[in-house]
């Protein structure tokens, strides 16, 4: 009975509309307020697990988890010389592929212009199964590239800042001068553009893709590699399996993994959903203490009828009850609120900032700063359960001290005043 009694008023109390104006408006504060922190923290950690998710399933679907390379990319070696170690890199438990590489310099020339490039020699094929490329093809597919035919693949932003698309003729100039009876000349090679990526990332403006033999022949390199590029089943575990493969594959190699080269940003990121989300967590904190003002004042206006409460017999904790239960209405009303605001707000984020993009011309995600161009999100509702536990715990927490209050009040020194 005394719990009915208690959920029946805390809920009625709990109302933010008043007959005292103030009351009712740092009411309706407390609830926005709560709502507003809460929802602000959801978006922010969806933008920061979109981030995350990016990282994750397309920049490091693209860059080779680990690398086994020559001790120094200027000396290569023979494909032949590398069919042991394959085998046993490809034996190895958590390696799921491994295919062939040429990392190498150039420059793009056309319509006048030049760019310096990332050039990758790969077999389509096996590349395939270590990289997922494939997905982000604008048009053309890798493989289009084939054995003489002098096709390239390049990204986006390359092929825009070139004034090229499929099709049309570019020229690499390989960085690698020889020396002839008739000086240094440099060898260069018209290319077809035979497909466009777009990752939505810095390899959109500065790679390209050849078939390996086409760039072994241009750069007289014969059938050598620099190193094959291995796929493994966990992402976090390549160091670990880099010293299993040191000490099992007797060829001395050198194995760089994604962490060289993405690892701090991945750990940036994560790093800052971590200090972000305390951070605001301090701003729902104090949100939710602005219950104890809200109730501070309830208790004040509702005094006559405590003390109504108390002469008829009402507990002292039933009255304690009553105002926990109202800031607990209250609490859950604006950590509601301010959850499906964020979960909208979140799912909407990347279409908002594009359009703000497009009004204002001003280009707020760069590739050539963060990892992609784009704001992504990902709503996850482990997330969202945090955010509402803790918007209502710290909301309950704030509602201790005015309970406690009311429940304290003396009946005899109220109703000798009304």
Not at 44 to 57: A, I, K, Y
Not at 64 to 89: G, K, M
Not at 221 to 242: E, M, N, P, Q
Not at 260 to 272: K, L, P, T
């Amino acid at each position: 009975m005394r719990r009915q009694v208690a959920w029946y008023l805390g809920s009625r109390y709990a109302s933010l509309r008043s007959r005292n104006l103030l009351v009712g408006f740092i009411s309706l504060l407390t609830v926005g307020g709560l709502a507003l922190g809460v929802a602000i923290l959801v978006t922010v950690l969806s933008v920061m697990n979109g981030f995350d998710r990016e990282m994750q399933q397309r920049v490091l679907g693209l860059v080779p988890h680990l690398t086994a390379t020559t001790p120094r990319l200027n000396y290569l070696r023979d494909e032949e010389e590398w069919r042991e170690a394959r085998a046993i890199i490809n034996e190895t438990p958590g390696v799921v592929a491994t295919a062939p590489f040429m990392q190498l310099q150039g420059m793009l020339l056309a319509n006048g212009r030049s760019k310096g490039i990332l050039l990758n020699g790969v077999d389509p094929a096996q590349e395939a199964q270590v990289s997922i490329i494939n997905n982000f093809m604008q048009g053309g597919s890798l493989t289009d590239l084939k054995d003489g035919s002098y096709y390239m693949a390049i990204g986006a932003n390359l092929a825009k800042q070139l004034g090229v698309a499929i099709g049309d003729s570019v020229t690499l100039v390989s960085t690698v001068v020889p020396i002839t009876p008739m000086g240094e000349f440099t060898r260069q090679k018209a290319f077809t553009v035979a497909a466009v990526f777009a990752v939505g990332s810095q390899l959109d403006g500065n790679l390209a893709l050849v078939h390996l033999a086409d760039a072994q022949r241009l750069y007289r390199l014969d059938k050598r590699l620099h190193g094959y590029r291995i796929l493994t089943d966990d992402l976090f575990a390549v160091t670990d399996l880099a010293d299993l493969l040191q000490t099992t594959v007797p060829m001395e190699l050198d194995y760089n993994d994604w962490t060289r080269s993405y690892g701090n940003i991945y750990e940036n990121i994560r790093m800052s959903k971590a200090l972000v989300g305390l951070l605001l967590s301090l701003l729902v904190a104090v949100a939710a203490f602005n219950v104890i003002v809200s109730l501070m004042m309830v208790v004040h206006e509702k005094q006559g009828d405590i003390a109504i409460l108390r002469t008829m017999g009402t507990s002292k904790s039933t009255i304690r009850n009553i105002f926990l239960v109202q800031g607990l209405f209250i609490g859950s009303i604006g950590t509601a609120v301010g959850v499906f605001i964020g979960v909208v707000l979140s799912l909407a984020i990347g279409d908002i900032v594009e359009v703000l993009q497009l009004l204002t011309g001003v280009m707020f995600l760069s590739a050539d700063i963060y990892p992609v161009n784009y704001l992504p999100s990902e709503v996850r509702l482990a997330d969202i359960a945090l955010v509402s536990a803790l918007a209502l715990g710290l909301s309950l927490l704030a509602t201790l001290y005015p309970a406690v209050r009311a429940a304290r009040t003396r009946p005899a020194e109220i109703l000798r005043y009304e």
